[in-house]
């Protein structure tokens, strides 16, 4: 996850950390594909991440102060799940390029994009395996 130096918001973080990344990324491409891990609750994998330790839950919205502690911020899947969908709707609003962002079991778009059910909707808990969706999907355009 990239680091939030010199963020005071969430909305600092995804419009000056988070979306300068992807642009740079994205230059040269046709289309950008962000893939973030699904935490399922009640699953073997969920406790045993509880065990990591209790940190503190903090909402994501715009104007909600970033943590001073963002290693400890991420171990909460609670707070992962909120800051990937935050940052899946900035996907939207990012040109020219296409950009695809995995958004829960759904995906989302800043285009106009011929969905497919390889893609969506998808139970799978790793990004990993997601993203191996995402290739098969994009090499299946050419």
Not at 36 to 60: F, H, M, P, Q
Not at 119 to 139: F, K, M, Q, Y
């Amino acid at each position: 996850m990239l680091n939030p130096t010199g963020c005071l918001t969430f909305n600092d973080y995804a419009e000056n950390v988070f979306v300068p990344y992807l642009e740079r990324t994205s230059g040269t491409l046709h289309r950008v594909d962000v893939v973030w891990d699904e935490y399922i609750a009640d699953n073997l994998k969920e406790s045993t991440r509880s065990t990591r330790g209790k940190e503190v839950r903090r909402r994501v919205l715009p104007d909600s102060r970033i943590p001073k502690n963002w290693e400890s911020y991420l171990r909460i899947d609670e707070n992962k799940t909120e800051l990937f969908m935050y940052l899946a709707d900035k996907c939207t609003e990012i040109p020219p390029e296409q950009i695809i962002s995995t958004k829960g079991q759904d995906i989302v778009s800043n285009q106009q994009y011929e969905l497919t059910n390889t893609l969506a909707p998808c139970s799978h808990e790793e990004a990993d395996t997601r993203a191996i969706l995402h290739v098969s999907d994009s090499a299946s355009e050419r």
